[in-house]
Nanobody, 118 residues
């Protein structure tokens, strides 16, 4: 099983960044895809969830109307489009896959750093 995030880096406040998560080794379409983030000294925070390709999504209040989560089941990819980025969005962002139905199986990527600075 592999979840490989990419797209992190330095972004200016107000800018945009697109994170991607390439997945392999599990039945991607049967999994809920989520993005978490963790800033230094803070707990890991759930940012966005996408249940299925036809679009059931959920966002943390802190990113609602700025971030968009998407998935492409054919390409086994999950993405997080980050717009109007704020300094408080700086964190390591993790891709997560969890089964829709029991038994619960969960996988994590290694994380990608997002730095927000002018």
């Amino acid at each position: 099983v592999q979840l490989v995030e990419s797209g992190g880096g330095l972004v200016q406040p107000g800018g945009s960044l697109r994170l991607s998560c390439a997945c392999s080794g599990f039945a991607f379409s049967n999994y809920v895809m989520r993005w978490f983030r963790q800033a230094p000294g803070k707990e890991r925070e759930l940012v966005a969830t996408i249940i299925s390709e036809d679009g059931i999504v959920h966002y943390a209040d802190s990113v609602k109307d700025r971030f968009t989560i998407s998935r492409d089941d054919a390409k086994r990819m999950a993405n997080l489009q980050m717009n109007s980025v704020k300094p408080e969005d700086a964190a390591v962002y993790y891709c997560n896959a969890i089964t829709r139905y029991p038994p619960a199986l969960e996988y994590w990527g290694q994380g990608t750093q997002v730095t927000v600075s002018s």
